[in-house]
T-cell receptor, first 112, second 112 residues
Framework: GENVEQHPSTLSVQEGDSAVIKCTYSDSASNYFPWYKQELGKRPQLIIDIRSNVGEKKDQRIAVTLNKTAKHFSLHITETQPEDSAVYFC???????????FGTGTRLTIIP | DAGITQSPRHKVTETGTPVTLRCHQTENHRYMYWYRQDPGHGLRLIHYSYGVKDTDKGEVSDGYSVSRSKTEDFLLTLESATSSQTSVYFCATFGGEGDTQYFGPGTRLTVL
């Protein structure tokens, strides 16, 4: 099956700085790339997603970029706040049947 | 939260006993999924369903079976639980206004 590599596995940034998490995939095509945020002891929740017909999407402090040629997509969080501390997962719909493949997650810690 | 509930939310059982986890959704979504989440492995798909009585295996299906007799319910059964099945189990559905995947609150299962 398709593997999604997610980097870094842990990330610490000073409050107010930006954070970037990157995911790469190898073989298959996907038209849908969601990002999930999971707080400790909670369920993963969708924070932003992008479809293959656009290269970038923004929602307030969060943006996602997609480079289908290079097969990577990234999550950008600007002006980070303590409540951004969580584990973030990227995913892709590589099989085109609403079956997502997830990256292994990035633990983001915002340092006050 | 796409109207997804899971029961039980916590369970402790002994090796060799059968266990059934239930996922119930109120949104009439066609697709439903069972994942397990373990440290270092992210979210791994166990089984999924694309309709009533239509199910298929995911990447970690050994030792698990599923059933879907109604659109709203998706059951995950561990026929004979083992300690390696200690994990947090998430149910998910795909659909809704965002046409994306939504997760249930999770079930923490401990097999002693």
């Amino acid at each position: 099956g398709e593997n999604v590599e997610q980097h870094p596995s842990t990330l610490s940034v000073q409050e107010g700085d930006s954070a970037v998490i990157k995911c790469t995939y190898s073989d298959s095509a996907s038209n849908y790339f969601p990002w999930y945020k999971q707080e400790l002891g909670k369920r993963p929740q969708l924070i932003i997603d992008i479809r293959s017909n656009v290269g970038e999407k923004k929602d307030q402090r969060i943006a996602v970029t997609l480079n289908k040629t290079a097969k990577h997509f990234s999550l950008h969080i600007t002006e980070t706040q303590p409540e951004d501390s969580a584990v973030y997962f990227c995913a892709g719909d590589f099989f085109g049947n609403e079956k997502l493949t997830f990256g292994t997650g990035t633990r983001l810690t915002i340092i006050p | 939260d796409a109207g997804i509930t899971q029961s039980p939310r916590h369970k402790v059982t002994e090796t060799g006993t059968p266990v059934t986890l239930r996922c119930h959704q109120t949104e009439n979504h066609r697709y439903m999924y069972w994942y397990r989440q373990d440290p270092g492995h992210g979210l791994r798909l166990i089984h999924y369903s694309y309709g009533v009585k239509d199910t298929d295996k995911g990447e970690v299906s050994d030792g698990y079976s599923v059933s879907r007799s109604k659109t709203e319910d998706f059951l995950l059964t561990l026929e004979s639980a083992t300690s390696s099945q200690t994990s947090v189990y998430f149910c998910a559905t795909f659909g809704g206004e965002g046409d994306t995947q939504y997760f249930g609150p999770g079930t923490r299962l401990t097999v002693l």
